[in-house]
């Protein structure tokens, strides 16, 4: 069976279980989401299902964008992300709701971690920095030494360093699906999930246990 949807980050809350544990979890408008093309080996030279999410107004989108959708009478959607599955039990036009999620499924959950700017090293690569004492005026927050002059003679590919932080595509592996509103279309999920609040997100099933 087909599991996948895209959806938005809302934010995190809590959840009291059957003991009255409370539960960290984070909220996530999940859908509804449509069907808007069907890949296989034998047309696309790969196989998967691709979604749309976000409707908006026509004059959001190009006429390319437009025509793809309007194959199968669809909205106008404003994002598109595909899903690798080889033998899927939707079809082209369907809508799928958060419903396609069960309680204690296992997911994954990618989205974009929230941008820090220029960061130093040891905000972004938790670097202790130079001495606190002994007379030290200015290399606190410091990297300290990049490596010896005349062997190498240069500092090494891949050397951490200062630089552009947060941004980038992550993913939350085995997050736990804790609770499913299919009238609401929200899914809370266990603990945290990449990216601010708003920020958009793909689920699907679990890739490795």
């Known amino acids: 069976m087909f599991k996948g949807l895209i959806g938005r980050k809302?934010?995190?809350?809590?959840i009291f279980d059957d003991d009255g544990a409370a539960l960290p979890v984070t909220l996530i408008?999940?859908?509804?989401?449509?069907?808007?093309?069907i890949k296989t080996e034998e047309i696309d030279g790969y196989a998967s299902v691709?979604?749309?999410f976000n409707e908006v107004k026509p004059k959001r989108l190009t006429r390319g964008q437009l025509g793809h959708l309007e194959r199968n009478d669809l909205p106008p959607l404003k994002v598109l992300r595909e899903f690798d599955s080889s033998a899927p039990d939707v079809s082209e036009g369907?809508?799928?709701k958060a419903d396609v999620f069960e309680k204690d499924d296992r997911v994954d959950?990618?989205?974009t971690s929230k941008g820090r700017g220029f960061a130093g090293v040891v905000k972004r690569w938790g670097f202790s920095g130079g001495p606190k004492t002994h007379g030290q005026s200015d290399r606190q927050r410091a990297p300290g030494s990049l490596g010896s002059?005349?062997?190498?003679?240069?500092?090494w590919k891949g050397k951490k360093g200062p630089g552009r932080m947060g941004n980038e595509r992550v993913t939350s592996s085995n997050v736990c699906v804790v609770l499913v509103d299919a009238e609401r279309n929200l899914i809370a999920v266990d603990g945290s999930v990449p990216g601010p609040k708003g920020g958009l997100v793909v689920i699907k099933l679990v890739r490795k246990q």
Do not use: F, W
């Open 10 to 14: 809302i934010g995190m809350t809590q």
């Open 29 to 37: 408008e999940a859908g509804p989401c449509y069907v808007t093309q």
């Open 50 to 52: 691709q979604l749309g």
């Open 94 to 96: 369907d809508m799928l």
């Open 109 to 111: 959950i990618v989205g």
């Open 149 to 155: 002059g005349t062997t190498p003679g240069r500092v």
